[in-house]
């Protein structure tokens, strides 16, 4: 075989090294496992070529969850880096020959044993990437995984293929790569458990529940084998308060608008985030604090509040503790009704399917994996909308504006922090570029550290198709029902032909709104606004008290 040469060799250049690297080789050569043993190490690593071990390792931390996934992509991304390093990078720079197999015995060889240049190590960069990457999300994982990493390396020298330093220099090299990561692209910033969703707010401690008036909506929350009761938690923590049990023929806004009129100190409700929503309108328009006791299946809202059972409502309204919140003005050219009060979310596009679609398989898969196929199965029929978003034209896949910055960093984020931010939140897919209805399903897949770290990629950045931005408000402007728009051409991309426009169906806090029924068949402008600490709201204000 041909002498492999490198620019700098270290054996020539750091004679001590050398002098390790052939006792500590020597002695590995004489060591006896037994076949076992011998046969195990050899799979091993062979299992680890391309990364494989880890890429399957990273597939079973991601199906554990949000921390799984995260920590599945940090260890993954760093990888990635470390070995593009190691192989490319310091395998053309440092080169080396690697050792000779003369003094092993055939079974302990590889069957196909590496001929590229011998430093550093590609294997040991990649398993201690991986294993630190991981653990700067989950430690206690990150050292279950770390003895398995110390066999990959300790494989490449039991069969022969590796130096000692070799072996080292990967390892610090990967080592390296995940903690940099991690400085230069931190992980995602949580609220803390003693800081309030919002501002403190004036609101009346009412003792009992006296001048509460509460609508309770008995169908929210069916979902779920494991609630508990709001009647019973009212009747018990707030006996004073006037419950209303929501029917099939009641008009909810109506309900308050009434209770308000007769001297209500305060609105309550028990419901999903929809519900919530009307409430949280006929509050603000009356001026008076809400209450909301978390009835529904998911209660985004609720859990953003810090309001996480019935008892954490209770004791709020018996306290008389309350935050300010955000919301949102909507308002569409054409319709006469006052603005509409957006609390959680405004969307067009196919944001709505992904949402119903993902929540079909999250409680059995994960959020993550059940975002994933959501996207596979949504996109493939998903219609483009064109429309002028502050005053720049385009066809897009969806577009979606949360009050208050969303997470994760993707085209479908699960949650908010945080109700007091002052922005909205947009995420759009922009559906003019060739396949972007395939990249935008791989930035859905990549989830919000993959998403982040390509991002602040130069040579990655130009071809996303997501963009996210925080703005005070936001315009957006649909053509004429009955104009054209370029069909879907093979890749989902724009093609030259022409086709009519389909209906263009908004949606915001679980409800939709028609753009034909609200202005006839013209142009429409929509605007929505970001209108700050609007709403007094019972929640915990001082977290670390009691």
Do not use: C
């Not at 009212?234 to 023929?249: F, I, K, N, Y």
């Not at 209770?259 to 603000?284: C, E, F, K, P, Y």
């Not at 409800?511 to 709201?537: F, K, N, W």
């Amino acid at each position: 075989m041909p002498r492999i040469t490198g620019i700098v060799k270290p054996h020539e250049a750091f004679p001590g090294v050398a002098r390790l690297d052939r006792a500590i080789n020597g002695w590995t050569n004489r060591r006896a496992l037994g076949p076992l043993a011998d046969a195990a190490l050899s799979r091993l690593s062979t299992a680890a070529d391309r990364s494989v071990l880890w890429a399957g390792t990273a597939l079973g931390i991601a199906a554990t969850g949000r921390r799984g996934r995260e920590a599945a992509l940090r260890g993954y991304g760093s990888l990635l880096v470390s070995s593009l390093l190691a192989n490319v990078v310091g395998k053309t720079v440092f080169g080396g020959e690697r050792p000779s197999l003369e003094p092993l015995p055939l079974w302990r060889r590889l069957a196909d044993p590496p001929t590229s240049p011998s430093f550093p190590s590609g294997h040991s960069a990649s398993a201690a990437a991986f294993v630190t990457g991981v653990a700067t999300v989950w430690p206690a994982l990150g050292l279950a995984l770390a003895p398995l990493a110390g066999a990959v390396m300790y494989s490449r020298l039991h069969t022969g293929s590796h130096w000692f330093s070799d072996v080292a220099a990967g390892a610090a090299l990967g080592a390296g790569v995940a903690l940099v990561g991690r400085a230069l692209v931190p992980g995602r910033a949580e609220r803390g458990p003693d800081v309030p969703a919002g501002p403190p707010a004036v609101v009346p401690a009412l003792d009992d529940g006296v001048g509460l008036f509460v609508v309770v909506n008995p169908a929210a929350g069916s979902g779920r084998l494991l609630k508990e009761d709001p009647l019973v938690a009212l009747r018990e923590g707030l006996p004073r308060a006037v419950v209303h049990v929501l029917s099939e023929d009641d008009d909810l806004r109506r309900l308050f608008d009434d209770a308000a009129a007769d001297g209500a100190r305060a609105l309550g409700i028990s419901g999903g985030d929809g519900t919530v929503s009307t409430a949280t309108a006929a509050a603000r328009a009356h001026d008076l604090p809400l209450a909301v006791f978390p009835g529904g299946t998911l209660n985004h809202f609720a859990r953003a509040a810090d309001l996480t059972s019935m008892g954490a409502t209770v004791a709020a309204v018996r306290t008389g503790s309350g935050v300010t919140i955000d919301v949102a003005d909507l308002e569409v050219d054409g319709d006469d009704s006052p603005p509409r009060t957006v609390l959680n979310t405004f969307s067009a596009g196919v944001y709505p399917e992904l949402v119903t679609e993902r929540e079909k398989h999250e409680h059995r898969l994960g959020k993550w994996p059940a975002a994933v196929l959501a996207a596979a199965r949504v996109l493939r029929r998903a219609h483009r909308v064109r429309m002028a978003v502050d005053g720049h034209d385009g066809e897009y896949w969806s577009l979606f504006a949360g009050v208050n910055r969303y997470y994760p960093q993707s085209l479908a984020p699960v949650e908010r922090r945080r109700l007091d931010d002052g922005v909205l939140d947009v995420r759009t897919a922009r559906a003019e570029r060739r396949a972007s209805r395939l990249r935008t399903f791989l930035e859905v897949a990549a989830g919000d550290t993959g998403t982040r770290l390509a991002r602040r990629v130069p040579g990655v950045r130009r071809h996303l198709v997501v963009d996210a931005t925080a703005v005070p408000s936001l315009e957006l402007r649909f053509p004429a029902r009955g104009a054209v728009v370029g069909p879907d051409g093979p890749d989902g991309g724009a093609s030259s032909g022409v086709a009519s426009a389909p209906p263009v169906v908004l949606a915001h806090d679980g409800e939709t709104l028609a753009l034909d029924g609200a202005a006839g068949a013209g142009p429409v402008t929509v605007r929505l606004t970001m209108r700050r600490g609007a709403v007094r709201l019972y929640a915990p204000s001082d977290p670390t008290a009691g």
